[in-house]
């Protein structure tokens, strides 16, 4: 199977002033479509040649494993913002303060996380087998179903997530983010 760039659900311009044209053309257009490129370099002719990335990423290592996580995770990112900003629905709401004692409790945890990861990596914030929330800080192309845990929200740390337009302010980038994200898309991932 062939793996394809996702579609964006927002124009390219649609984030601005909080993610820049710019950046999308970066970070989408040219970071993204390097990893499916590559993927679909790397898997031709070998065992993964017809696996969805869900079963790559939970079965591969190195180069292949490496393409595959940043594809499926660039799209589960892009796919969770919006330009239209929302307020977080009571389900998840009550979710959050269920497992993290409150909703800011929370944003402060997943927040620190993001702002503390050393080096380029992922923030995710998973449902365990027990229906548990945790965060996870993963490096690299780290990914919560290589721990059997089911993805609900991630942020991108990797410089090129944020550099054009936040430069080595990553926290600045962290902030911007909770206003970007789509917590109807968030809702209906539990």
């Given amino acids: 199977m062939k793996h394809a760039m996702p579609q ?11 993610m820049s044209q710019e950046t999308l053309e970066y970070h989408y257009g040219k970071h993204l479509q390097t990893y499916v490129d590559n993927l679909n370099k790397l898997i031709a002719g070998t065992p993964f040649e017809d696996m969805s990335l869900e079963d790559i990423i939970c079965k591969a290592d190195g180069g292949i494993f490496n ?6 995770n660039h799209t589960f990112f892009f796919e969770t913002l919006t330009a239209q900003p929302q307020d977080i629905p009571a389900s998840v709401a009550d979710k959050l303060a269920k497992d993290f004692g409150s909703v800011e409790a929370f ?18 914030l998973a449902e365990d087998a027990g229906k548990k929330l945790c965060i996870l800080s993963e490096p690299n192309a780290g990914n919560p ?32 983010f909770w206003e970007l994200i789509d917590w109807t898309k968030v809702a209906a991932r539990f």
Avoid: C
Avoid at 8 to 18: G, K, Q, S, V
Avoid at 112 to 123: D, E, I, P, R, Y
Avoid at 146 to 161: F, G, Y
């Fill in 145 to 176: 179903l290589t721990q059997s845990m089911k993805p609900i929200l991630t942020i991108d740390v990797w410089e090129h997530a944020y550099y054009i337009d936040y430069r080595n302010r990553r926290a600045a980038y962290i902030e911007a």
């Fill in 67 to 72: 393409n595959a996580a940043q594809t499926w």
């Fill in 107 to 124: 944003r402060q945890e997943f927040t620190q996380k993001a702002t503390t990861l050393f080096g380029s990596g992922w923030v995710w």
């Fill in 8 to 18: 964006l659900p927002y124009t390219m311009e649609a984030l601005a002033p909080l």
